[in-house]
Nanobody
Framework: QVQLVESGGGLVQPGGSLRLSCAASGFTFNWYTIGWFRQAPGKEREGVSCISAGGGITYYVDSVKGRFTIARDNAKNTVYLQMNSLKPEDTAVYYC???????????????????WGQGTQVTVSS
């Protein structure tokens, strides 16, 4: 059974940091690109970042470049999203997803990933 489980969300003040984790099971993790997506209330889902199966290729949407860092540990079947300098507009439910497609702007924009987690809430507020 395929599972993606996000954790690490919470309430943080503007300028603060959080690290999200995505733990995967039930598929061959190191064959899959992992993406992070987010959805704010009343808005469409947005692709945030992705990392290739081997970890050598990463992509970030412009709004998070320089603030977020994606990394993966294939030995632990886990992907991380380190989020620094958080802003109120980063508030959303964050989802991780897995797909065999490449990690890139087109794929993250389309968001047609095979497997999805249930999401973790991130709230940035003073």
């Amino acid at each position: 059974q395929v599972q993606l489980v996000e954790s690490g969300g919470g309430l943080v003040q503007p300028g603060g940091s959080l690290r999200l984790s995505c733990a995967a099971s039930g598929f061959t993790f190191n064959w899959y690109t992992i993406g992070w997506f987010r959805q704010a209330p009343g808005k469409e889902r947005e692709g945030v970042s992705c990392i290739s199966a081997g970890g050598g290729i990463t992509y970030y949407v412009d709004s998070v470049k320089g603030r977020f860092t994606i990394a993966r540990d294939n030995a632990k079947n886990t992907v991380y999203l380190q989020m620094n300098s958080l802003k109120p507009e980063d508030t959303a439910v964050y989802y991780c997803a897995a797909d065999t497609a490449a990690c890139g702007a087109r794929e993250i924009l389309r968001g047609r990933y095979d497997y999805w987690g249930q999401g973790t809430q991130v709230t940035v507020s003073s």
